[in-house]
């Protein structure tokens, strides 16, 4: 099993839509857990981070983290195609993050 | 304020050369990274630093070397490129919230 799962997709959502994006980890002593955007030739973002159980809220971005069943998950609202990329799901592992192989998700105008 | 700088952008590079990746960063972070990313992999942990003076290897470091003599620089060092090493390498360095933040990447081709 890997550390960090992901669908890779792609994932194909209308404009204006909700994206939603899942990560399943492993590791249940896991406390930190990141999403990261990257566009296509680009470098890793981060765009959320979360630390607690329940969700959390920025803009149009909410996380919400589940450690009992081992899940973290993206909401995006109001989808936009400026969304359009890959995105990343990291836990805190030891000394390091811990990368899933990541979401490629394309909004349709 | 730069952030996180790399060099080269991209490289052609003949099999058997030795090659330094170069990364420097401004932002007084004490840990840094190296990965690579391949299609299909996502991003593979090289090696890394928490700390000026101290190293560690990741997931996959074998045919890599990383050296941190102060806390602005992590070179990453291919002794005898082979083409499995054909990949986009990515600096990355982190605050103490653990929050990565990258470098905007070295594309490496070795024949």
């Known amino acids: 099993q890997k550390e960090v799962e992901q669908n890779s997709g792609p994932l194909s959502v209308p404009e204006g839509a909700i994206a939603s994006l899942n990560c399943t980890y492993s590791d249940r002593v896991s406390q930190s857990f990141f999403w990261y955007r990257q566009y296509s030739g680009k470098s890793p973002e981060l765009i959320m981070s979360?630390?607690?159980?329940g969700d959390k809220e920025d803009g149009r971005f909410t996380a919400q983290l589940n450690k009992a069943s081992q899940y973290v998950s993206l909401l995006i609202r109001d989808s936009q195609p400026s969304d359009s990329a890959t995105y990343l799901c990291a836990r805190r592992g030891a000394q390091k993050l811990v990368f899933g192989q990541g979401t490629r998700l394309t909004i349709n105008p | 304020i730069a952030g996180i700088t790399q060099a080269p952008t991209s490289q052609i590079l003949a099999a058997g050369r030795r090659m330094t990746l170069r990364c420097t960063q401004d932002?007084?972070?004490?840990?840094m990274y190296w990965y690579r990313q391949d299609l299909g992999l996502g991003l593979r942990l090289i090696h890394y630093s928490n700390t000026a003076g101290t190293t560690g290897k990741g997931e996959v470091p074998d045919g890599y070397s990383v050296s941190r003599a102060n806390t602005d620089d992590f070179p990453l060092t291919l002794a005898s490129a082979v083409p499995s090493q054909t990949s986009v390498y990515f600096c990355?360095?982190?605050?103490?919230?653990?929050?990565?933040?990258f470098g905007p990447g070295t594309r490496l081709t070795v024949l």
């Open positions: 979360i630390y607690s159980n």
């Open positions: 990355a360095s982190s605050d103490t919230t653990d929050t990565q933040y």
């Open positions: 932002m007084r972070h004490n840990a």
